[in-house]
């Protein structure tokens, strides 16, 4: 059973691992997030959950306006040829999260760890991150380097590189 916002925010607290969590109307997409987020402060994310040509997992979060070429990402993270995204029953199976709702916490559940995780660089400049918490009907705020100590927390050690292609030199 995937674990639950109750089960998140528990887990973030035994860590020591302050954040705040607001609700709202359900997101699914970038687009919808800018229209409905209002003063939520802090970076914004966008989450990619990809598979490569031989299956292994990628979960890639970065600035959700960070341009992305897939074509090209996967020989910078180390992945096996080009990506494709993920089914809708592999990401369920491994993050417990649906579509729309794609997001670093989803970790919690990928146990024991099958994802290997990369953050854009421009993000983690950032004081703050925010993500869903599991469902698409809240935005939680994390401090960066609170967002990677989670992610080991989950035994995952997260790549924190450059994505965004527009920013490369």
Do not use: W
């Not at 995937?2 to 998140?8: C, E, N």
């Not at 020989?75 to 199976?93: H, M, T, W």
């Not at 993050?95 to 989803?106: N, S």
């Amino acid at each position: 059973m995937p674990a639950t916002i109750a089960d998140l925010e528990a887990y973030l607290g035994e860590l020591g691992i302050e954040t705040k969590t607001v609700t709202h109307p359900p997101l699914h997409t970038v687009a919808e997030s800018r229209a409905l987020r209002g003063s939520i402060p802090g970076a914004h994310t966008k989450n990619l959950f990809l598979r490569d040509k031989k299956g292994a997992l990628f979960l890639v979060t970065a600035l959700e306006d960070a341009e992305i070429d897939l074509k090209r990402l996967h020989a910078r993270i180390g992945a096996s040829g080009r990506f494709s995204f993920g089914k809708p029953d592999l990401l369920l199976e491994t993050l417990g999260v649906v579509p729309g709702a794609v997001t670093p916490f989803g970790l919690i559940n990928d146990s024991p760890p099958r994802l290997q995780v990369v953050f854009d660089a421009a993000l983690m400049a950032n004081g703050e991150v925010n993500c869903h918490p599991l469902v698409n009907t809240a935005t939680t705020t994390i401090a960066a380097e609170d967002l990677i100590a989670f992610a080991r927390a989950t035994d995952h050690d997260p790549q924190v590189i450059a994505i965004d292609e527009a920013s490369r030199p």
